[in-house]
């Protein structure tokens, strides 16, 4: 079906939504929304697409099919609720919001949505990655036996530009954390999804070097205990030299299993399965992934089931009360 779709929010990564928008075929961009000017000059100046402030404005003049809300975290809600209220499908950015309550509104909104309404997917793109739906197959099928435990880090790096280009990635108020929820949730994401939910937490985050612009966190520590009685020890920090891959690793009674670029199977008979991961050109930045695109033809194409779509609110919510609870913990 021909979808005409939106981009809220004219930032960063609005550029790998605008690239999926251009590849699906019978997709176009029909507009764009943001509160600056400046950016909304811009973003008609690049796409031919006119610019509005709201998202009613938007609906109003060029009734999109779909909405894919890319703003600042404390900005999720807001246009997600007003377009859903127009009827309009929403794909929307991590996380879910910037706070627990926040994060609540947009569950039950969700859920009281009737099945013929509209829908609202939530962009955890790294679950469609090779590694990751592979690694969920072979936990579907049983053949890796019991989890034993499991370890997870992201090791990444930014610089103090990072902060000061973008103030509110730096504040409690709009970004509703630091590491945690802007980087490494995706990974707390995967841990969640892949090996079931969390019941207990121990944890601690501290700011170790970017105190001086930021005043959350830029590096964290977790013991994350599973509902099935096992744990995974999770490590992310944003102060290394260099980007690391992101590592997810499991001990299990038949197999020893790494995601890292890629999913390296080592059982213990001896023999070694490896699936190679996607590469994906793009505009935007290499660590947000391959599988955007993946995500949001998926969506579009479900548009018209009576289903939910399987990232939703009610999935988002699990990330984000794991890493709220860390910083709860931590006293933060």
Not at 49 to 68: N, Y
Request: contains cysteine; proline residues 5%; aromatic residues 8%.
């Amino acid at each position: 079906m021909a979808v005409r779709a939106a981009v809220v929010g004219w930032g960063d990564v609005a550029v790998i939504h605008r690239e999926a928008i251009d590849a699906i075929e019978d997709a176009t961009l029909v507009g764009v929304v943001d509160t600056d000017p400046a950016r909304r000059a811009a973003a008609t100046a690049e796409t031919g697409a006119p610019a509005f402030a709201s998202v009613d404005d938007l609906v109003d003049a060029v009734g999109p099919d779909v909405v894919h809300v890319a703003t600042p975290h404390d900005q999720h809600v807001e246009p997600t609720l007003a377009a859903l209220a127009r009827g309009v499908h929403v794909i929307q950015e991590k996380p879910l919001a910037a706070t627990l309550a926040e994060g609540q509104r947009l569950v039950d909104a969700a859920a009281a949505l009737p099945a013929s309404g509209p829908k609202i997917g939530i962009c955890f793109q790294n679950r469609y990655n090779v590694s990751s739906q592979e690694l969920r197959r072979l936990l579907d099928s049983g053949t890796l036996g019991a989890i034993k435990g499991a370890y997870a880090s992201v090791v990444w790096t930014r610089i103090a530009d990072y902060y000061r280009a973008k103030p509110w990635r730096g504040t409690w108020e709009h970004s509703g954390g630091g590491l945690l929820i802007n980087q490494a949730i995706h990974t707390l994401d995967l841990v969640q999804w892949l090996l079931g939910d969390v019941t207990d937490i121990a944890g601690y985050v501290a700011t170790h070097k970017y105190g001086d612009v930021s005043e959350v966190e830029d590096t964290a520590e977790m013991l994350l205990t599973h509902a099935g009685g096992f744990q995974t020890s999770f490590y992310a920090t944003l102060t290394a030299p260099q980007h690391r891959p992101v590592e997810i690793e499991l001990d299990c009674e038949n197999a020893y299993v790494t995601l890292r670029n890629g999913l390296t199977v080592a059982w213990n008979d001896g023999r070694v399965d490896r699936y190679e991961e996607r590469a994906a050109p793009s505009g935007g930045r290499s660590y947000w992934g391959v599988s955007h695109e993946l995500l949001i033809r998926d969506f579009y194409a479900k548009l018209a089931d009576p289903e939910p779509f399987w990232i939703s609110p009610a999935e988002a919510m699990k990330s984000l009360r794991i890493l709220k609870r860390t910083y709860e913990v931590s006293g933060r």
